[in-house]
């Protein structure tokens, strides 16, 4: 069985940075495209960012671009460096892969593998 499992999330001051991990079990993921989501209280789950299997296309909510760095380490493990935190970025935050290689999908529909989810809180 193939698991995604994410780290990382906090408490956080407006302001601060926190670097979220998604790490993969079971087999490697070297071919899927990856993506992180973000769901808060009362909201939809929305995109954040993805990336391609060889990190090649990468593309950014509007609401994160600048301040978010989706990025792959290896086959199992990615990362989401997110600095300026805002207070309208708490949420749990989601990793997920898609076993398209190319297509960097924004919406979750395509994504196959979903982590439980991790909470990054950020204050006032």
């Known amino acids: 069985q193939v698991q995604l499992v994410e780290s990382g999330g906090g408490l956080v001051q407006a302001g601060g940075s926190l670097r979220l991990s998604c790490a993969a079990s079971g087999r490697t993921l070297s071919t899927y495209t990856m993506g992180w989501f973000r769901q808060a209280p009362g909201k939809e789950r929305e995109f954040v960012a993805a990336?391609?299997?060889?990190?090649?296309?990468t593309r950014y909510a509007s609401s994160v671009k600048g301040r978010f760095t989706i990025s792959r380490e290896n086959a199992i493990t990615m990362y989401l460096q997110m600095n300026s935190l805002k207070p309208e970025d708490t949420a749990v935050y989601y990793c997920?892969?898609?076993?398209?290689?190319?297509?960097?999908?924004?919406?979750?529909?395509?994504?196959?593998?979903w982590g439980q989810g991790t909470q990054v809180t950020v204050s006032s």
């Open positions: 990336t391609s299997w060889s990190g090649g296309s």
């Open positions: 997920a892969a898609n076993r398209q290689t190319v297509v960097v999908s924004t919406t979750p529909g395509p994504y196959d593998l």
